[in-house]
């Protein structure tokens, strides 16, 4: 379970409120795990609870999900305003 320890912290990285940079996070993010994937060689079973723990995720829509983004979720009341996504 060494592995576990590089990928988890990637499922806590912050999805940006900006919606113009959501395809550059996610292209950013599956760049990652696929090189550390084809890097590390992670063992089958961290491969597979990281997998779940992926598919939780996005399939809760909970918000943090970097693959999509899910239509009925909202966003935060401060993605509205415009100091903060003009930025």
């Not at 590089?6 to 090189?35: C, D, E, Q, R, T």
């Not at 829509?61 to 100091?83: M, Q």
Request: proline letters at 8%.
């Amino acid at each position: 379970m060494y592995c576990l320890q590089w990928l988890l912290p990637v499922l806590l990285i912050p999805k940006p409120l900006n919606p113009a940079l959501w395809f550059n996070h996610s292209m950013f993010m599956g760049f990652y795990l696929l090189s550390f994937l084809l890097e590390r060689k992670p063992c089958t079973i961290c491969a597979l609870v990281f997998l779940a723990a992926l598919f939780l995720i996005c399939y809760s829509c909970w918000g943090n999900c970097f693959l999509y983004h899910c239509t009925e979720s909202t966003l935060p009341a401060s993605a509205h305003d415009p100091a903060i996504v003009g930025t």
